[in-house]
């Protein structure tokens, strides 16, 4: 008896320290966490995850976090303690409450040189200054995700249609021309309907007299600063929108702006249309982007036998075209002002932060392995980079021509938006290298949009500033909307300055100049 | 008052009375349902109406809008998801409320006046969405389907109003049930539950109700996308487009979920409430009215 069980103890010894083997093998795959930018949540068992887990060695866990409400359920995975280890801050000026909240793993330019050299290299290349944005209190937290189009100002659109009927042949280069041009539109019937019932502008044209002297104060969520006699000031407080909002208020007493610009020009639906616009209402928006308002035929690119081609109206153009087949539509530079600024806002180039989690921050190989990951989307070569975010090459999406770096979404996924993120394409961020793509081209190149936009000269959100923004930017709406309508006169900006600074705009005034002038030292 | 005609003084003058109420009325209703009218036409047609105007026949009629709804696998996954959800969650949380109601309304029970004071205090506080979501996660309930069963199982509203019409049976029933041998549970099963019928019906229907429409607990509960409910799959693809910072991310596409898609998706996924709801309708009025508090 004792023998067989000695025996038996010994087989069994055996075979569960083989099990055990067997199981911590399976185990020791580094397993990562992600939260990323999603349209769609991505199954376990997606076709790229999986892909991407056999090339990095690791398991994926996707958090599938709603991008609509992004902030909202990050917050509430971050209070029960599930802190992704790729990590993404959509909303870029919240870098610092997530540094202050202990939530996020110190990563310093030593590491990311090591880890993600081509991530590093096209950052400081291409964006330079941009990655120091992602230091708090001098660590670097995270890495900046730089948009490559937004050097591309917003456009400047006129109905050349209606130009024509006014007697007009030539986009308005200065404000004065600007100004001639709209009162006719407002007065003169372009349309040719016989009643008063087109304007010059509305909200969105607002942005381009602003440009014209140098500001972007309104009708943007992030705070836009300028430097004003080497201090920095916010636009919104700028000695010049005095001058803007007198020579808008006297436009809208006269009928030129319409009374509805208060509303905005899109009325719900796909944000980019100007429903104002498309609808004839007004002449003028600069409303969307630049690829939104491409007529066919402005530029060639290349389709997909590989020949160039005319290219297809862009979105909001299409719409035009479809309500109303004879628009015809003229592209304007920024206008130059009595000041002798010329430009028109930019979006900022700084989009989002990628960081490491805290709770990786003890395993340097995780560390390490996130960057890797992050690298990935900086690879030179167009169509691995690609790959990464669309899927494989010749399945999902085929290149037309490598050097306008040209490519279709092959059928049905090019209907499909959020295909992308259902096979697993949830790893890869934006990298500022330059759009070779034709659209892109021709904004640049034939109609000069890569100059001239006004961008803010502080793109990370401040703790003081993002605590007042609210309240700040909703005083401001007040007296902008209340001067230009005329229930307000031009002398109560004066008012509108002290109360907007009373409110704490001098707090961050301050604490800009701050950091202004820390960052410049570096 | 007059009734068709006649006016009560009682001559025999035409009274307008009921024909410009009734116009009026038509006219009301017409108002009301004109967007929903509105979005069947949508629905149908492949231009973006909100550019080219309002119509009620449709511009340029086609099924496409309807091919790519049925088409997508998430809405059938969603639908199933949904209607277990709601069967289950409406028949659990009938039971829970009954059982719960029933002692609560008899004057015997001890110290009932605590028991349902404390439930009450609960409607009055709640502890937030963190504090919740910790909650759930700890029971071990993320990612399975009693997570959007469990936490909302008794509304402490809904317990009010049963238990006030509980406390209308009369006394004697249970009491004859009782000398006739029946057991607690016999009783409220046998006798209490039957008269009951009218305050079954309302309360599984808002039940019900709540659950078709759920959508929020879902989101920060489920994180595969095959546990979604049909709300969720449609809120995502009628808010496509609207968020400009979509773009920048993703890219290239030019071809934006047009909104005669967003039309033939919301229609699929309210049907089938919409067909349930005018048979319970009339429990549902009756039902409002019955559990009021009175004294």
Known sequence: MKGNAKKALAILGIGLCLVGAGWAQTGTKMKITVANYQMEPTPPDAELLKAYENKFGVDFDVFNIDHDKYHELLNVKLAAGEIPDFFYIKQADTLGTYVKQGVLAKLSPELIQKNAPNLWKVITTYAPGYMEMGKVNGIQYGIPSVNPTNIIHIPLIYRADWMKKVGVTKTPETLAEFESLMYKFAKNDPAGTGKKDTYGLSRDGLTAVFGAFGLVPFDVETDYWMLDGGKVINDSVAPAAKQALALLAKWYKDGVIDPEFVTGENQGGYWAISHAFVKGRIGFTAHANYYHWAMPGVFQQVDDSGKKTPNQPGAVAKELLASNPSAQLAYGPPLKGPTGKQGIKQYNRLMNFYCVGKLAENDPAKVAKVLQILDESANPDFVARTSFKFGQEGKYWKLLDKDSEAFNFIAPYDKDESYWSRIGGVLSMEVPYPPKEAGAQWAIQKLGYGKYGIESVIQVGLPKAMKYKDELMKIRDQYYIGIITGAMPVSAFDEFVQKYMASGGAEAQQEANDYYAAQSKK | ?295
Not at chain 2, 140 to 152: C, N, S, T, V
Not at chain 2, 282 to 289: A, D, L, W
């Open chain 2, 1 to 295: 008052m007059s009734i068709a005609g006649h006016n009560i003084r009682g001559g025999r003058g035409f009274d307008a009375f009921p024909a410009i109420n009734g116009f009026l009325m038509i006219c009301f209703c017409f108002i009301t349902l004109y967007p929903f009218l509105f979005l069947i036409t949508s629905s149908f047609s492949a231009l973006n109406a909100s550019v080219n105007g309002l119509s009620l026949i449709p511009r340029s009629f086609t099924a496409d809008n309807y091919d790519r709804v049925l088409r997508n696998p998430l809405i059938y996954s969603g639908f199933k998801n949904t209607v277990v959800r709601t069967l289950l969650g409406t028949a659990l949380s009938l039971l829970a409320t009954l059982t719960l109601a029933y002692p609560l309304s008899r004057k015997y029970f001890p110290n009932r006046g605590l028991w349902t004071g404390l439930i009450v205090f609960t409607m009055f506080f709640s502890g937030g969405l963190i504090p919740t979501y910790l909650l759930v996660r700890t029971l071990g309930l993320i990612d399975k389907p009693w997570a959007l069963i469990l936490p909302e199982l008794i509304s402490a509203y809904n317990f009010v109003i049963v238990r006030n019409y509980m406390q209308t049976i009369p006394d004697a029933l249970e009491e004859s049930a009782k000398i006739d041998g029946a057991n607690d549970i016999k009783i409220l099963f046998r006798i209490i539950l039957p008269t009951c019928k009218p305050i079954i019906a309302t309360v599984a229907l808002w039940v019900a109700v709540w659950h078709w429409n759920a959508w929020f607990d879902c989101l920060i509960y489920i994180t595969k996308p095959a546990g979604e409910v049909l709300q969720l799959v449609m809120r995502r693809i009628v808010i496509q487009g609207t968020d400009q910072i979509t773009e920048m991310m993703g890219g290239k596409h030019d071809a934006i979920t047009p909104e005669g898609l967003k039309a033939a998706t919301i229609l699929v996924t309210t049907l089938p409430i919409l067909c349930v709801y005018p048979f319970v309708q009339k429990y549902f009025v009756k039902g409002v009215m019955m559990g009021s508090l009175k004294g």
